[in-house]
């Protein structure tokens, strides 16, 4: 049987051991009513044809030849020293740190990924991860109304339709009150419309950078307005772009979130990714979740600790900051790993070149008839066209050769069905840019 | 051990991905971008490599320790499960390419992935279906707490209670509040769950119940039956917390005894590695009645028998993820069921159980077990008695690590003193837990004999014992260099 290395002569010591003469008497406590009514799985297969099996359903995957997709994830490239190092047992079967003399490793790693990214958001601390940046989201909504014992919220529809999706769901139940500012025409957050709408109720104004449809903006004046109505502001950015881009705590953010896929995960279906969250110094006993500490042992060397854990469910239970207890270390980890390799320059060459690949892709394809820009503020990577048309039906009909023309916001946002989001990154190339372009003008009509 | 930012010299250079020709400055007026670059390590790839693989071997893992570690079921990952998630066929996937036009019939064998998982799923606990979504298993509760609210809302239920016994995890507790509702503790009796005192505690106002079978002591709530009356009676729903899964496979189903709602720890269960403290995925499954709320979007098996994704779902709560879950990791969930069938699903649980019970009884003599009966796949032991040496069970933990094991969870569950809970879960051999229990007589030999030693104790591991009220009061959370 796998993975049960008894021999028939141990398990029968075993049994003597216990003083039961079969594996079934075990479970006699089980009243004979509960048992299963069926147990109908399919029966075990051999290594070789289980992993023949999910070949076999990677293999029903068509990758698109060419694709810009992005709304909010992004196929950058990642080391091969990231899955070389990440997967080393020591790191992958380890538990959670919490025999500290026992998990050195872990935990400086986790002290360093914190460092990471608090120098990325220009912020003072940061925790160990959470799930991804929905749940940072609605957990920096969480600690804005325990800091400021409100429950209003302004929300701006620039923030990814997904995290706003997942943060109604998981503040149903709460006495939250989310206000979200509609864009303007342009796509562009409606900055006087959110300002009018921060107040003295206000627990925080929820804002992010770039926007969902790429734009990029400086916040320091709507955080600014924000503060003296006592009220928390919360940005959500983009980690490869935030190697060049105003960071969180130069805007004054108190809490800064991110999902941290594009700095390391493969896209891999949905995750597991990872919730960047950092914050002010002000705030760190609202932060929820693992933070690791430096701290020296009783011989006075320097060690690493999970600290400030009476924030956590496992000591304050139904008074915790949360109930979090796994989180995304691996993740974490790799993060980590990728950013000490690609360093500085390597973090800033990525943001330029897919800076640099969206303007060319802006050249190329607003040169084609009836295809304009939504609006004409910065972008980043991501850039949101207007198209002659239904966006679906030239997606549609794009994807049939293999090239995934990149987001429909349509989707989630009513009014943009001619809207199209294209993303570049590193990874792309001006021919595919141009390969595009080209079949994209053989689509539309004269 | 130096940090990474701290072996960085500036204009050293690691991987650089591209080449642009342009600059930021070039792309984006001044004021958006940021002051200066960010303070990152200027190291070379060899520096890397060497620095985290260092810090590797500073770690105790299952591949190179024994970890007994109760509630938390530190079973063998198997190896061919990471092989099974890196095909590029699965990992290079866009998450949003099956929601855009076109996009279903590129995605078919990543929604087969999602939809094969959640149907052995349901087969395994009994329940009618279930959801990917949760990333781990707090949130797999916190899902479940507000599927429960759905539930009640939509029948028109007031309800703003949720009852949570003394023996939970602190994730159950946490959970409940987080879901709005009030927390009510109640304490078990005999190690069990009382209907007496549900009963007492129960009243029109309670939403549910949530609850661990086995519970956090390892023993199989035996009035189960009069419970789910009980709650059933005053329209509760009933929660399975199913970190303790690990025990039942194949011999109890949880949908077929009447509760309404569980979360599955992949991470625990069916072999998918802690990886350090995540990233888990925390599946629910749901009875009949609860189906319609399950969060959005589902995947289902069209007539033709191709996959398709559902999000026009009017009473769904919502999604909990961006997509789908952690595909990642659910995928080697899916490689281990397939690989071990039913029959080994159920064999896993049944030697769980032989080989904590086996435990149970070698450490009887030196340790006293609270409830000393036929236990499920884990056990809780006093370490009281020893007190008396001035020795507690953090420092029997800490003797441990020094030989080599991992420590077994300490001061869990909160309702035994000094308390030690063993899970040595079905992967491990006879020999191992001979030597593992033969080492821990010897221990607590020396606890009555040389107690400073284990007071002392670790000596031999990267550090000794850390100063975690220095570590709170300082608050050294980043590095300054």
């Not at chain 1, 002659?388 to 009513?414: C, M, N, Q, V």
Request: proline share 6%; aromatic share 8%; charged share 20%.
């Amino acid at each position: 049987m796998p993975f049960v290395p008894h021999t028939p002569e141990e398990t029968q010591e075993m049994l003597a051991c216990i003083g039961v003469d079969s594996l079934d008497n075990l479970f006699a406590c089980i009243p004979a009513g509960m048992r299963p009514k069926h147990f109908n799985l399919p029966d075990g297969l051999s290594e070789y044809e289980s992993c023949s099996r999910l070949e076999d359903m990677a293999g029903r995957n068509k990758h698109p030849s060419i694709s810009f997709m992005g709304g909010g994830f992004y196929d950058h490239s990642i080391p091969k020293a990231v899955d070389a190092l990440s997967g080393r047992g020591e790191f992958l079967t380890a538990y959670t740190p919490y025999q500290a003399e026992a998990a050195q490793g872990t935990l400086q790693a986790i002290f360093e990924y914190q460092t990471v990214v608090t120098r990325l958001m220009g912020m003072d601390v940061a925790n160990a991860s959470v799930y991804d940046a929905g749940s940072a989201l609605f957990e920096a909504a969480m600690m804005a109304a325990r800091a400021t014992g409100r429950t209003r919220f302004v929300l701006d529809e620039g923030v990814n339709p997904l995290y706003r999706s997942m943060l109604n769901t998981l503040t149903a139940n709460l006495s939250m009150k989310i206000l979200t500012i509609k864009r303007d025409k342009t796509g562009l957050p409606d900055l006087n419309a959110l300002n009018g709408a921060i107040d003295g109720q206000t627990a925080a104004v929820m804002v992010q950078n770039p926007t969902f449809f790429g734009n990029v903006l400086d916040y320091t004046d709507l955080f600014q307005q924000a503060k003296t109505v006592g009220a928390l502001s919360v940005l959500c950015v983009y980690p490869v772009m935030q190697a060049v881009l105003k960071t969180p705590g130069e805007m004054r953010a108190d809490i800064a979130v991110a999902d941290g896929q594009s700095v390391g995960q493969p896209l891999n279906f949905g995750g597991p990714y990872l919730g960047m969250m950092a914050c002010s110094k002000a705030l760190i006993r609202q932060l929820p979740g693992r933070i690791a500490g430096r701290t020296v042992d009783l011989e006075g060397k320097t060690g690493y600790v999970l600290t400030l854990q009476a924030r956590e469910q496992h000591i304050r239970r139904a008074k915790a900051t949360s109930n979090i207890c796994s989180n995304q270390a691996l993740c974490a980890l790799r993060s980590l790993i990728h950013i000490s390799l690609l360093g500085p320059e390597g973090l800033i060459k990525t943001a330029e070149r897919s800076l640099e690949l969206s303007r060319y892709a802006e050249a190329k394809l607003c040169a084609l008839p009836g295809v304009t820009r939504l609006n004409n503020a910065p972008f980043g990577n991501e850039l949101a066209l207007r198209l002659p048309g239904p966006a679906k039906d030239f997606y549609a009909s794009l994807a049939r050769e293999g090239i995934i023309a990149g987001t429909l916001p349509g989707h989630w946002y009513e009014g943009e069905e001619n809207t199209l989001l294209v993303a570049c990154t590193e990874k792309n190339t001006e021919s595919q840019i141009d390969r595009f372009a080209a079949a994209l003008k053989m689509r539309i009509k004269p | 051990m130096k940090t990474i930012f701290a072996q960085s010299s500036s204009g050293r250079k690691g991987v650089i991905p591209a080449k642009p020709e342009r600059t930021a400055e070039d792309m984006l007026p001044k004021y958006l971008l940021r002051r200066t670059p960010p303070r990152m390590p200027q190291v070379s790839e060899l520096d890397v490599v060497r620095h985290f693989t260092a810090l590797s071997r500073k770690n105790y893992n299952i591949d190179n320790n024994f970890y007994p570690l109760g509630s938390c079921t530190m079973k063998y990952n198997p190896k061919f499960m990471e092989y099974a998630a890196s095909l590029p066929g699965f990992a290079l996937m866009h998450p949003l390419l099956a929601q855009q036009p076109g996009g279903e019939s590129m995605t078919q064998g990543s929604l087969e992935v999602i939809h094969e998982t959640e149907r052995l799923l349901a087969e395994v606990t009994g329940m009618a279906a279930f959801s990917l979504q949760p990333m781990a298993g707090a949130q797999g509760e916190l899902t479940g707490a507000l599927l429960i609210a759905a539930y009640h809302k939509h029948k028109g239920n007031k309800k703003s209670k949720i009852i949570c016994p003394d023996s939970a995890h602190g994730t159950n507790p946490a959970t409940a509040a987080l879901a709005g509702y009030e927390v009510i503790n109640i304490a078990s009796k005999d190690g069990v769950l009382d209907p007496q005192i549900l009963g007492n505690a129960l009243d029109d106002s309670v939403a549910a119940l949530m609850m661990t079978c086995p519970n956090t002591l390892g023993l199989f709530e035996k009035h189960l039956p009069e419970l789910v009356e009980k709650l059933r009676a005053s329209d509760a729903l009933l929660y399975y917390d199913g970190a303790n899964f690990n025990a039942i496979m194949g011999r109890m189903r949880v949908g077929d005894v009447g509760f309404d709602v569980v979360h599955l720890n992949l991470h625990k269960t069916m072999g998918t590695p802690h990886g350090g403290g995540g990233p888990g995925s925390g599946p629910v499954g749901v009875s009949e009645r609860l189906v319609p709320f399950l969060p959005g979007p589902c995947v289902y098996k069209k007539t033709d028998g191709s996959f398709a994704l559902q999000d026009n779902l009017p009473l769904s709560i919502g999604r909990v993820t961006p997509f789908y879950g952690h595909f990642g990791v659910f995928i080697k969930a899916l490689a281990y069921m397939l690989r071990l069938g039913g029959h080994g699903l159920a064999r896993a649980s049944d030697f769980a159980v032989l080989n904590a019970n086996y435990m149970r009884k070698r450490l009887e003599r030196v340790l006293e077990i609270p409830y000393n009966e036929i236990c499920m796949h884990e056990f809780v032991a006093s370490a009281s008695a020893y007190e008396t040496h001035g020795v507690k069970a953090l420092d029997i933990a800490k003797a441990l690590l020094e030989r080599g094991y991992h420590a077994p969870t300490v001061y869990f569950p909160l309702i035994i003193k000094e308390c030690l809970m063993f899970e040595p879960t079905e992967t491990e051999n006879k020999a191992t837990l001979d030597k593992f229990c033969d080492d821990l007589i010897e221990i607590l030999e020396q606890a009555e004999k040389n107690p400073e030693n284990l007071r002392a104790a670790p000596v031999n591991l990267p550090v000794r014992r850390l100063d975690e009220t220095k570590a709170a009061r300082e608050m050294v959370l980043v590095d300054e260099v």
